[in-house]
């Protein structure tokens, strides 16, 4: 498998200076406010709120302030009515636990657990819990703030190189194919390519994750402007990319099949196995000119990349009409297995078409459209605030065209 993530040295370094310098800071703030000696809840919970992203720093901060204030009720609860003893300690983990997952906690689950146990054995149990608890918010609050201060990185470059290298990956097997029919191609052959095409589907996993990264860094991001547009781009690419990758397995596993009904013979006669390798050089062509398009920001030369993508298409089209008139006459001389040289035109039909750029562009407005409807679902008030605003900004722009009439 390719190595498809990016990672940079400098970005681990970054993060571990980001998390240490906010457990420090949360901890002198804990104890120069807090009573207790070592406060160590503090830069505990900043340690890991300061996530990889301000989204996550976000969520994951709620959700631990949420999972350590319903352990420290449970441990209250509990204090009052029974002791410490190894069926309350039992009965205490089983609650909260239970309780945990009640109140969605998500990973923090345990986290109940532990700040339960951790209350349930002091004496003065309710001065600690509330100890415990302005230990977890100032960590909160410190990793939040520190984040705030400190962006953490945008990972839209690193998923744009995963997803260009995984089409570069696709392109070169196109190319590889498409040499392979210059001569005879054996079944063993033709099996490892089938093999390689199939492997494309564990890059295209790895990819997806380093997406879903990037997606993340972008929510809530201040640095960050038309977050919405970069997630789908790349989303939306990466689908097309996907179905692209489906398609290559299947145009393997075609010519796979062809190669075991042919074993002393070329697949195709001399004319057509040039013309197909031919038509799948340009093919990755497309492929890769469709993979910097949607990597490309617009100021960097986007409309560079598409004039490239759209010759490459064109190109790509006539060719296949070209193989598809000397595929027809083959077949009239030698009908045998035909039904396998329909399925390999009808594979290129379907990638040329998901790399067409009029369906790219129905595509994205489809899904910006979504976007904004459920946005606007969970947010009406802001929706109205936001037709509001249009509304003044135009009476305003009218007004100054009139001349204030």
């Known amino acids: 498998m390719i190595n498809l993530v990016r990672r940079t040295t400098e970005s681990v370094r970054v993060q571990t200076l980001r998390s240490t310098g906010a457990a420090v800071i949360a901890y ?59 069926w309350s300690l039992g009965l205490t983990i089983f609650t909260s636990l239970i309780i945990g997952r009640l109140v969605r906690v998500n990973e923090f689950v345990p986290e109940v657990a532990i700040s339960a146990m951790l209350v349930l054995g002091v004496a ?77 589907d564990h890059d295209i996993v790895a990819v997806d994750a380093s997406l879903r990264q990037a997606e993340e860094s972008i929510r809530l991001n201040p640095r960050v402007r038309q977050g919405l547009l970069y997630r789908v781009v790349l989303r939306t690419g990466l689908d097309t990319l996907e179905i692209c990758a489906v398609v290559l397995r299947v145009l393997a596993r075609t010519l796979t099949d062809l190669a075991k009904d042919r074993v002393d013979e070329p697949l195709f006669p001399a004319e057509v196995a040039a013309g197909l390798t031919e038509l799948f050089g340009q093919m990755a062509e497309a492929v890769e000119s469709f993979s910097t398009l949607i990597t490309t920001p617009v100021a960097a030369g986007a409309e560079d990349a598409e004039s490239r993508l759209a010759d490459a298409l064109t190109v790509s089209r006539t060719t296949r009409d070209r193989v598809a008139d000397m595929l027809l006459a083959a077949v009239q001389q030698h009908p045998r297995k035909w039904q396998l040289h329909g399925a390999l035109l009808a594979e290129v039909d379907r990638i040329l078409d998901e790399l067409d750029i009029e369906k790219r562009t129905e595509r994205l407005g489809k899904e910006l459209d979504r976007h904004s409807g459920e946005l606007h679902a969970r947010h009406p008030r802001l929706l109205a605030l936001r037709r509001r605003l249009d509304l003044t900004k135009g009476v305003n722009r009218a007004k100054a065209e009139t001349g204030g009439r």
């Not at 977890?136 to 705030?148: D, E, H, K, M, S």
């Open 124 to 200: 003065q149990v309710a001065d600690t819990a509330w100890e415990r608890v302005f230990e977890t918010l100032i960590g909160a609050g410190v990793g939040l703030l520190f984040n705030l201060l400190f962006a953490p990185p945008v990972w839209v470059e690193t998923a744009g190189a995963s997803i260009d290298g995984l089409a570069r990956e696709m392109g070169q097997m196109f190319r590889d194919l498409g040499g392979d029919l210059g001569g005879r191609v054996t079944v063993e052959q033709a099996a490892e390519r089938l093999h390689r095409a199939r492997r494309i």
């Open 28 to 86: 002198v703030v804990a104890t120069s406010t807090l009573s207790q000696p070592a406060p160590l809840t503090a830069p505990l919970t900043a340690l890991l709120v300061v996530q990889v992203t301000l989204y996550a720093t976000l969520t994951t901060g709620i959700r631990r302030v949420n999972a350590v204030v319903v352990g420290v009720l449970i441990a209250s609860g509990f204090s009052s009515l029974v002791g410490l003893s190894w």
